[in-house]
């Protein structure tokens, strides 16, 4: 397939287009230049050109928005929200099936759910409140629906949270912390990178409606959020379950006991 | 009361300002490219200005519907950031109470047979980009009561203004906007995020308005029973 990915060159692009290089033609777009590993075609784009968008969208089958800014308020707007409009506008102009959009999980779950409840799940009525990466996030996806339900293009919403890197669990924070109470909704990079192949693969009649929401996160013990739909509707399986961040320190049995007793 | 209105340009806004300026002190605003006179210029960014605009602001009256006009990115920039901005600052000056003027038209493709109330789910059009930026400025208004940052009363006005034609099913005078805002203002049954729909009894009414009726008590004559 016809591969077009906005944002690309952030923290999630690289793992994407891994994931799917070789298997789609991809065109890869951002307002900053690629990596210098990366080797495909590359469009310099800002997510909220609704033109530009439009013309780079043109003979795509997939459009895969990755595109984020978080803490200014006029450019969250324009990436988060605008960004949304702007794909959603090129879907309907090329008449495009498929569209994969991503956010952070509290675009759905916000603090009234979170600090409330367990078994979280991406079926939930969006409650994002009023933060701003959550807000503007959440008006990109209505934009979303809005248009899937008028024109039938098939929206898929990837929910992400803490990344870590699989060498040494580490994230956002500055030292990985092991061992430790953990934020219950981390997924490694390998395995993000993968869910947006499945997004785009994901065969037509596995989806129940034309909109769909998927938290990607690998099985955790917490309960706190639900991924049972992502491993059973996109058929991804996570390599990673980030253990060290949830088992304590290695330790031996007990003296003189079996390990299974 | 010290009101601001917004969009005040509009025909909307003009119509509600000429109800409502017997009875309260207004504050007009628009963004610069509208605004001229009596009208305050502002681009209701996250700057101060905001701040400054609804200084001393009892309650903000939004022209959510109709209230701008121009290219869709624009309207979508308007009912989105700039939603957000102005709420921020409400929010944050203290302002209690925000009544966003919105749209029965947001259910119009529903049939008139089906008795539409507070507790259907608006239908938006992709394509009206109106209806669209309407649809837009609720989802954002209602975070904000979500968080308990400032109580909103959304009105959906009936359609056309002071309609009278037999197909005006949705009509709505202009009278009874301004009694319906006036009530709003005033009224201490509301919850955080009120929905509340208006329009006049006129034959074969589409759109019933007994949450009107309950918690404006002062507009239950003007409503149909």
Redesign the interface.
């Known amino acids: 397939m016809k591969v077009l990915i906005l944002g690309g060159n952030g923290m999630l692009g690289p793992w994407a287009v891994k994931a799917m290089q070789g298997r789609h033609d991809i065109l890869l777009t951002d307002i900053n230049d690629p990596y210098p590993e990366y080797k495909g075609d590359f469009q310099k784009l800002s997510a909220d050109d609704?033109d530009g968008v439009v013309n780079a969208a043109k003979g795509m089958d997939v459009i895969v928005n990755l595109s984020v800014l978080r803490p200014h308020?006029?450019l969250a707007?324009?990436v988060n929200?605008?960004g949304n409009?702007a794909m959603?506008?090129a879907a309907?102009e090329h008449r495009i099936k498929r569209v994969i959009t991503t956010g952070p999980h509290f675009q759905m779950v916000?603090q009234?759910y979170e600090e409330w409840d367990h078994d979280l799940n991406p079926d939930m009525p969006p409650?994002?409140?009023?933060r701003l990466y959550a807000?503007?996030k959440?008006?990109g996806q209505?934009?979303c629906r809005?248009?899937s339900?008028?024109?039938g293009i098939q929206v898929l919403t990837l929910l992400y949270y803490n990344m870590k890197h699989t060498w040494n669990l580490g994230g956002p924070e500055a030292t990985p912390v092991y061992h430790d109470d953990m934020v219950p909704y981390s997924t490694a990079w390998q395995d993000c990178g993968t869910a947006v192949q499945a997004a785009v693969e994901v065969p037509e009649e596995r989806l129940a409606t034309k909109c769909e929401t998927f938290f990607v996160l690998p099985d955790l013990p917490h309960a706190k959020f639900n991924n049972e739909k992502t491993k059973r509707v996109l058929g991804w399986t996570p390599r990673y379950h980030v253990e060290a961040l949830w088992n304590k320190e290695h330790r031996n049995p007990p003296s003189g006991l079996h390990e299974a007793f | 009361m010290n009101l601001l209105i917004t969009s005040a340009t509009s025909v909307t806004a003009q119509l509600i300002a000429g109800e409502l300026s017997g009875t309260h002190s207004l504050r007009l605003t628009d963004l610069p490219e509208n605004a001229s006179g009596d009208i305050v210029p502002n681009e209701l960014g996250h700057e101060s200005e905001t701040d400054e605009l609804v200084a001393g602001i009892d309650a903000v009256i939004n022209i959510g519907y109709q209230g701008q006009s121009g290219l869709p990115a624009h309207l979508m920039d308007y009912s989105t950031r700039r939603m957000y901005n102005l709420l921020q600052a409400a929010a944050d000056a203290g302002v209690k109470r925000y009544i966003n003027i919105s749209t029965l038209r947001l259910y119009e493709d529903h049939e008139e047979n089906l008795v539409v109330t507070e507790k259907w789910r608006t239908d938006p059009s992709a394509e009206n980009v109106d209806l669209l930026n309407a649809h837009m400025a609720e989802y954002v208004c209602k975070e904000f009561a979500r968080d308990r940052l400032i109580q909103v009363v959304n009105l959906r006005l009936g359609w056309p203004f002071n309609g009278t034609g037999a197909d005006d099913t949705a009509a709505i005078s202009s009278e009874l906007i301004g009694a319906a805002i006036e009530a709003a203002l005033v009224s201490e049954e509301l919850i955080q995020w009120q929905d509340i729909h208006i329009q006049s009894p006129v034959a074969h009414q589409r759109f019933i308005t007994n949450t009107a009726a309950r918690i404006l008590p002062g507009l239950a004559g003007s409503l149909s029973s």
């Open positions: 609704i308020r006029q707007f324009d929200t605008m409009y959603m506008l309907r916000g009234q409650a994002p409140g009023t807000h503007t959440a008006l209505e934009i809005v248009f339900e008028r024109h």
